[in-house]
């Protein structure tokens, strides 16, 4: 069975500064991971996702996430915030079938 | 390409009522998914269908909520009676394929009073 789990579930960053959501994961087999952001009122959109290969992945809107076997993780990175990055952000793994297991998702506040 | 559609975008009903909520997916995409995203929780997998057979209905509560896909294209999700814990968001997502990007449509919100 799969599971994810985000540390944070509010984070807040000043515009301009480095925006990082952590994501931890258990998987029993080779892990597909994704991040989806999702603003107010609107369905999931997907950022990023790592399914084989290189584990530095570069998504839209300038965000990237690195996928660490060693330590389960699969962070998500922007160098710079935007307001307009301001959403909630998912962390999932999917397991057989293609089905998806979402953490419980981090808010991402940024201040002007 | 058109998005998937969802509707109604919300729904307000007492417990013990019945409510369906509608999905077209995105066209030509075989597999179609329902979720339930509970406020403050990410989306948690209800139903999974492939074509107009179930994948996977694992975590469908079944003795009240039930789901359709006639012909293999729209999707029919309904609960029968409802009770305060189904208040939610209630996603729609559809992909080419079981390998292939999941796209969700913009949800359901239902509350239940």
């Known amino acids: 069975a799969q599971s994810v789990t985000q540390l944070g579930s509010h984070v807040s960053v000043s515009e301009g500064a480095l925006v990082l959501l952590r994501c931890n994961y258990s998987?029993?087999?080779?892990?597909?991971l994704f991040w989806y952001v999702q603003y107010p009122n609107q369905g999931l959109q997907l950022l990023l996702k790592?399914?084989?290969?290189?584990?530095l992945v570069k998504g839209i809107n300038g965000f990237e996430a690195e996928f660490k076997k060693s330590e389960t993780s699969f962070h998500l990175t922007k160098p710079s915030a935007h307001m307009s990055d301001a959403a909630e952000y998912f962390c999932?793994?999917?397991?057989?079938?293609?089905?998806?297991?979402f953490g419980g998702g981090t808010r991402l506040m940024v201040k002007p | 390409e058109a998005g998937v559609a969802q509707s109604p975008r919300y729904k307000i009903i007492e417990k013990r009522q019945s409510v369906a909520f509608w999905c077209n997916p995105i066209?030509?995409?075989?597999?179609l998914y329902w979720y339930q995203q509970i406020l403050g929780q990410g989306p948690k997998l209800l139903i999974q269908f492939q074509n107009n057979g179930v994948v996977d209905d694992s975590q469908l509560p079944k003795d009240r909520f039930s789901a359709e896909r006639l012909k293999g294209v729209d999707s029919t999700l309904k609960i029968q009676p409802a009770k305060l814990e189904d208040s939610a968001v209630y996603l729609c997502?559809?992909?080419?394929?079981?390998?292939?990007?999941?796209?969700f449509g913009p949800g359901t919100r239902l509350t239940v009073t």
């Open positions: 999932a793994v999917e397991g057989a079938g293609n089905m998806l297991t």
């Open positions: 998987s029993s087999v080779p892990p597909y």
């Open positions: 790592y399914t084989t290969g290189a584990t």
């Open positions: 066209s030509g995409h075989a597999t």
């Open positions: 997502a559809s992909s080419h394929g079981l390998i292939y990007e999941q796209y």
